[in-house]
Every structure is written in structure tokens, then in C-alpha cells.
């Protein structure tokens, strides 16, 4: 079954600590995740893609398909940062591709002060 | 480019009534997918849509609802017969045309429909 958990409902952190958003998934083939951010009152936005391994925002993340994982990591927390996170696969199937995205349930990352 | 855009952005139905909800892709996309947010949920996919042709609606409810992206005019997703259970932020995405790699999609700001 296709499958993206997030264990964390809630991740607070102080400003400058580091911030590590948990991500696994479930699925059979090759996969492409993403982390989409919701700031307070703005819509869904992509932070990051796998393919692209880059970094915004002073974020990145790694795809460990070895631990079915790609976690959200950043060194030092800033208060801008306090948003949801959601990650999110899309899987490619041959003869009918289609690029529907699978989400986790979603991390609220609060910033404190 | 004004982005992907929905309205209402707030509906209220009374059971058993209809909800239809718009979404207007970014300029350049031809490509539209719709999800459901449940409280306490993350998002679900709903269905996919191409200009006239729905690609996969594999996340839609049996009955009652309903997609459709015309060759003129916004997408629209109908609830017909509204239950309680309906109620949720409906959020439409759009990509623009695929050429054999992958494409991110791009949100709008979601319909919240309540039902009473």
C-alpha cells in the first residue's frame, strides 16, 4: 500500500536549535517525495523536491530508500520557520502515468522565541 | 500570474443540498487535481483531471460527486446531496503539461465547506 507517515503531530523547538521533520513511506517502485510548507494563512507551497537536492531556506532533506525515509532537516530554527509541513510522494506507473500526490498527515513546527 | 484559484473560499450547504466548488488552474496549466481535507487529516487525493478527460478519479466517492475541466471555463467539483460528512477544505492543484518527467503541483488556497 502507498503510504507517507508523519509520527509527529506537534515538533517544538527553540530558535537556533535544529530541527529534524520525520518522514517514512511505503511504496512499491521509485517513488519521488516532496515537503510542501502551509504558513499561517497562506496556501500549500513546495519547500523541496528529492530529485532536485537542493536547499531552501536553509532546509534539506535526504531520501534513504534503505529506511523507506526523508526526513526534513534544518541546523538552526528559525522563528519565520513555524509553519505545517507536510511530506508527499507522487508515483510514476507505467501505461497511464499519473502524478497524484500522497500526503502524511502533517508536523506543525512551532519556533519559540 | 495570479496562481491557482478557487471560490468560494467559504461555502455553507444544508443537507441534501448542492455544493460546487471552482477552481481556476495557473495560466499555462492543463493539468488539475483535486484533495480533501478532513479535520485532523492530511490531504487526500481526489482526482485527476485534463482538459474534457478525467485521468484518475480513483480517490473519488462512489456516488455523489462528481468532476469535470471543460475545454472553457474553471474545473468544477460537485457534491450533490450534501451529508455532514462532506464537510472539510477542498483544495484544488494544477501542473502544467508533462513531458515524461516529473512536475510539482501547485495549490490553491482550498474552499472550506461546512455543512449544516
Known amino acids: 500500500a502507498q503510504r507517507v507517515t508523519q509520527p509527529e503531530k506537534l515538533l517544538s523547538v527553540f530558535k537556533g536549535a535544529p530541527v529534524e521533520l520525520k518522514c517514512n513511506y511505503s511504496?512499491?517502485?521509485?517513488?519521488?517525495l516532496f515537503w510542501y510548507v502551509q504558513y499561517s494563512r497562506q496556501r500549500l507551497q513546495l519547500l523541496l523536491r528529492?530529485?532536485s537536492r537542493e536547499s531552501i531556506k536553509g532546509f534539506t532533506a535526504d531520501l534513504n530508500k534503505g529506511e523507506t525515509s526523508f526526513h526534513l532537516k534544518k541546523p538552526f530554527a528559525q522563528e519565520e520557520d513555524s509553519a505545517m509541513y507536510y511530506c508527499?510522494?507522487?508515483?510514476?506507473?507505467?501505461?497511464?502515468?499519473?502524478?497524484?500526490?500522497?500526503f502524511g498527515t502533517g508536523t506543525l513546527l512551532a519556533v519559540q522565541p | 500570474n495570479a496562481g491557482v484559484m478557487q471560490n468560494p473560499r467559504h461555502l455553507v450547504r444544508r443537507r441534501g443540498q448542492e455544493a460546487r466548488l471552482r477552481c481556476s488552474p495557473m495560466?499555462?496549466?492543463?493539468?488539475v487535481y483535486w484533495y480533501r481535507q478532513l479535520p485532523e487529516e492530511g490531504l487526500k487525493f481526489m482526482v485527476y483531471?485534463?482538459?474534457?478527460?478525467?485521468?484518475?478519479e480513483s480517490g473519488m466517492p462512489k456516488e455523489r460527486f462528481s468532476a469535470e475541466f471543460p475545454k472553457e471555463g474553471p474545473s468544477i467539483l460537485r457534491i450533490q446531496q450534501v451529508v455532514r460528512g462532506d464537510s472539510a477544505a477542498y483544495f484544488c492543484?494544477?501542473?502544467?503539461?508533462?513531458?515524461?518527467?516529473?512536475?510539482?503541483?501547485?495549490f490553491g488556497p482550498g474552499t472550506r465547506l461546512t455543512v449544516t
Open positions: 511504496y512499491s517502485g521509485s517513488p519521488e
Open positions: 528529492h530529485i
Open positions: 483531471l485534463q482538459k474534457e478527460n478525467i485521468i484518475d
Open positions: 492543484a494544477s501542473s502544467p503539461p508533462q513531458g515524461g518527467g516529473s512536475v510539482w503541483q501547485y
Open positions: 508527499a510522494l507522487s508515483g510514476l506507473r507505467g501505461g497511464g502515468a499519473t502524478n497524484k500526490l500522497i
Open positions: 495560466k499555462g496549466h492543463s493539468h
